[in-house]
């Protein structure tokens, strides 16, 4: 529920399918909505803004300033101080005393400087906020206060400038007036204004000088009000413009990450996922085998050799394709031979492990194989996001090419998920755990078959008289030149090396 929802009506049907349905007011509203003031320069508007609030100051009329930024609520507070105007600020500057600055802005002469989202969810009491159980003398001063303030006007609300959605200014104004009781609000706008300059700087301009306005002097009518309205009319639908066009590209996203959040919480949620593995690699197998034989091709087409290949460069699997082939067997039994000999691989290192392990392991490179795709994903989603508003130039919709193109790639991303998982689990090397007795035992043995060779080597050495002297056969080698084992390393670092 909200009390600013009717201009954005058509959004709210449009993207989240709500209705929008006007509550009429528990009291009919008596505030004085005066038509917006235009000066030609921004210090011509702030100096009314300080005679408007001085005024109001003199009558005991408490005032709210709204402005668009803390910087401008900085700038209207010193140009009140210079003026001797006790005021109030409240930006984001004051949060901890936002909810005490803005109950008691509506006493009797006080003024309150105010950004847009300052002080919201906070109800403004005409004369002051009356404490929780008053005493009877407390409220009779309180009602004094409430009705001075009620003759005086009530709340006056000043907006500094028209912001680009009618729904802020709304929310502006309605902080006077509330529940029947009696205010006045009014803005105050400069041809140097954000919206002024874009949308209507110029026509006003003409329009101004036709006039002969001189310096101070301020253009107000109702025509004028309506084309400032226009202008914010035509902001607003340029940004409900920009965030359905967003949305769009967030769905085609959303619906990405719904399928891959629930491929990944089901993996995670079992700790068995043999089956999913099963099928997966018969599905990847499958496809490697139709790229290089295929029963609507010719027997001398296929490329067999290709198929030798990729299996046991990728999967490990050397497996003799030319001879069972030559033993007469179709295109479907050769798949049905590739497959089984796969799940034959697999089902010895999982004895090699245990089952126990084996399953684990599967788990883990599933979901770590599945994580760092899915991060590339994204980022190329985002490139493609980036530079896919050019294909307007070519009379495309650049909507609908990145609807095609991300489909293609999320395709791709899955079926390269499920290929990187089948290489990774098919050609991972499983080595036999030794126990640390036969580790032990092995080292001892090792130990005494050097030391007897070395005891050896010394005996003979000792018998042999006739040295022969060593004599080299090849060239010798440099300690820079390139190491003779083709390592591309020089040699002394290589097997030139000095032995510590």
């Known amino acids: 529920m909200t009390g600013t929802a009717d201009t954005e009506a058509v959004e709210f049907q449009a993207i989240y399918n709500l209705e929008t349905v006007v509550v009429p007011p ?5 505030r ?50 210079n003026k001797s ?20 802005a509506g006493a009797i002469g006080a003024v309150t400087i105010a950004t847009n989202m300052a002080g919201r969810g906070t ?15 407390k409220k009779a001063n309180w009602q004094v206060q409430h009705d001075a303030v009620i003759k005086a006007g009530g709340l006056h609300i000043v907006g500094t400038e028209r912001n680009e959605s009618r729904r802020v200014d709304n929310q502006l104004r309605g902080r006077s007036g509330r529940q029947g009781d009696v205010g006045s609000t009014r803005f105050y706008l400069s041809l140097e204004d954000n919206l002024m300059r874009i949308f209507a700087s110029e026509k006003m301009a003409s329009m101004m000088q036709r006039l002969g306005m001189e310096k101070g002097e301020a253009i107000e009518h109702k025509m004028v009000n309506r084309a400032i309205e226009n202008a914010q009319k035509k902001v607003e639908g340029m940004n409900y413009d920009a965030r359905k066009n967003l949305l769009e590209y967030d769905n085609v996203s959303n619906d990405q990450r719904k399928i891959i959040y629930g491929l990944r919480d089901e993996l995670m949620s079992t700790d068995n996922v043999q089956d999913r593995f099963i099928t997966m690699r018969s599905i990847v197998i499958s496809n490697l085998f139709g790229n290089y034989i295929s029963t609507a091709q010719i027997e001398e087409d296929w490329d067999v050799e290709g198929l030798h290949h990729a299996l046991s460069s990728d999967y490990a699997a050397d497996f003799p394709l030319q001879e069972w082939l030559t033993e007469g067997i179709d295109v479907d039994e050769l798949e049905t031979r590739i497959k089984q ?24 490179v599933m979901l770590q194989t599945l994580d760092h795709f899915w991060k590339e994903h994204l980022a190329a989603m ?17 909507t609908q090419e990145y609807k095609r193109e991300s489909f293609e790639m999320f395709e791709t991303l899955l079926n390269t998920i499920n290929v990187e998982i089948v290489k990774a ?29 070395i005891t050896t080597a010394k005996d003979t050495n000792t018998n042999n008289k006739n040295t022969q002297t060593f004599q080299r056969n090849s060239k010798k080698v ?14 002394k670092q290589c097997h030139g090396r000095p032995l510590h």
Do not use: W
């Open 341 to 364: 000999g796969l799940a034959y691989i697999c089902d010895r290192k999982e004895e090699v492990v245990g089952t126990e392990q084996m399953r684990g392991f599967e788990k883990a």
């Open 26 to 30: 528990n009291k009919p509203s008596t």
């Open 32 to 81: 004085n909505d005066m038509s917006d003031q235009i000066y030609l320069t921004l210090a011509e508007k702030l100096e009314a803004i300080a005679r408007d609030v001085e005024a109001c100051k003199k009558t005991g009329q408490p005032v709210l300033v709204g402005t668009s930024s803390i910087e401008n609520s900085e700038a209207i507070s010193a140009l009140l101080t």
């Open 382 to 398: 985002d490139y493609l996001r980036h530079s896919v508003n050019l294909r307007g130039y070519a009379q495309k919709n650049p």
């Open 425 to 453: 689990l098919s050609s991972v090397s499983i080595n036999e755990q030794t126990s640390a007795d036969d580790i032990e035992q092995q080292d001892n043995h090792d130990a005494h078959t050097e030391h007897k060779a």
């Open 123 to 137: 109800d403004i009491v005409l004369g002051g906020k009356l404490e929780a159980d008053p005493s009877d003398e």
């Open 85 to 104: 105007i006790k005021h109030e600020v409240l930006n984001a500057k004051q949060h901890e005393r936002e909810a005490q600055i803005i109950t008691n």
């Open 478 to 491: 440099g300690r820079n030149d390139p190491c003779p084992c083709g390592s591309g390393k020089k040699y």
